[in-house]
């Protein structure tokens, strides 16, 4: 996975022609603290990610506008 930088960003979009601006993404979530290490599947749709968790982390799964937890097409939790 890669991401850019600042300078970066804003050169793609000047090659393009597009303005940049900043964006706020809202969303719902059920969160936790991890009390022990745990192992984490992040699914939606496959397998994404697989991380452990140590104390004191948040375990964060994605709910609906109806607060209801999103599941995949599988029925997997998108944690």
Request: net charge positive; proline share 3%; no cysteine.
């Amino acid at each position: 996975m890669w991401s850019l930088v600042g300078a970066e960003f804003r050169k793609v979009a000047d090659q393009i022609g597009r303005k940049t601006f900043k964006a706020r993404k809202l969303g719902l979530v059920a969160a936790r603290k991890a009390v022990k290490a745990e192992t984490i599947e992040t699914r939606w749709d496959g397998k994404e990610t697989t991380n452990t968790t140590r104390p004191g982390d948040w375990i964060v799964t994605n709910l609906s506008p109806e607060r209801k937890v999103l599941l995949d097409n599988k029925g997997n939790e998108n944690t």
